[in-house]
């Protein structure tokens, strides 16, 4: 299973925006990048998912090196309930089950 | 309406014993998961099933077993219960299309097991 590395933990503040990187050195050219994250005591909720291009959703931003070496999960404008471990996963194709590391726990400061 | 429960969501037993947890999801999605987390919160997947057909057994001990009464329900028995597996149990479900970027999953809300 292709390998992430992610940092411990971040910490910034409320309304404002939060960059959570991600390195995928092993990436293959078919691995798909996902981010799920965990808030406290629920099961892990999914973010967003990309493949080459940078992507947008309503939760986050998704960007992604041109080597896709590594990505970068870019959250806009935190709010507390943002507050969660977030996981970046890499995606065989066709692959079904996810292998989550450790994550980053990201704190919000009011 | 939960897209995907599992009850209960707290289970407290004694070493030996048999429990089981039950997972259902709504979504009428194809595929049902088990993950593991525990102590030190790596999340593990267990099982997966398609369409009631066993898919994934990620090298777990026999006294797990996965049923799959119907493809909406997915349920986790585990006898003989040890210490080792007081832990947070997630069931999850993807539609089940094995689409090339891979399926979004579907948590649920996990169920807490302790074994004294």
């Known amino acids: 299973d292709a390998k992430t590395t992610q940092p411990n933990s971040m910490e910034s503040n409320e309304e404002e925006p939060v960059h959570l990187p991600c390195n995928h050195s092993?990436?293959?050219?078919?691995?798909?990048i996902h981010w799920y994250r965990q808030l406290p005591s629920q099961g892990p909720e999914y973010v967003i998912h990309?493949?080459?291009s940078n992507v947008n959703n309503r939760m986050a931003s998704l960007a992604i090196a041109e080597d896709r070496k590594s990505s970068t999960l870019i959250l806009h404008r935190a709010t507390l309930r943002d507050a969660a471990v977030y996981y970046c996963?890499?995606?065989?194709?066709?692959?079904?089950?996810?292998?989550f590391g450790q994550g980053t726990r990201l704190t919000i400061n009011p | 309406d939960t897209a995907v429960s599992q009850t209960p969501k707290y289970l407290v037993t004694q070493m030996g014993n048999d429990k089981s947890i039950k997972c259902e999801q709504n979504?009428?999605?194809?595929?049902m998961y088990w993950y593991k987390q525990d102590s030190k919160k790596f999340l593990k997947i267990m099982f997966s099933?398609?369409?009631?057909?066993?898919?994934i057994n990620e090298t777990v001990p026999n006294r797990f077993s996965p049923k799959s009464p119907d493809k909406a329900h997915l349920n986790l028995h585990i006898n003989s219960l040890e210490l080792g597996d007081s832990a947070v149990y997630f069931c999850?479900?993807?539609?089940?299309?094995?689409?090339?970027?891979?399926?979004?999953?579907?948590f649920g809300p996990g169920t807490r097991l302790l074994v004294l």
């Open positions: 999850a479900s993807s539609q089940g299309s094995q689409r090339e970027e891979g399926e979004t999953q579907y």
């Open positions: 092993t990436i293959s050219g078919t691995d798909y």
């Open positions: 990309g493949l080459t």
């Open positions: 996963i890499l995606g065989e194709q066709g692959a079904q089950k996810l292998v």
């Open positions: 979504l009428g999605h194809d595929t």
């Open positions: 099933y398609n369409n009631k057909e066993l898919i």
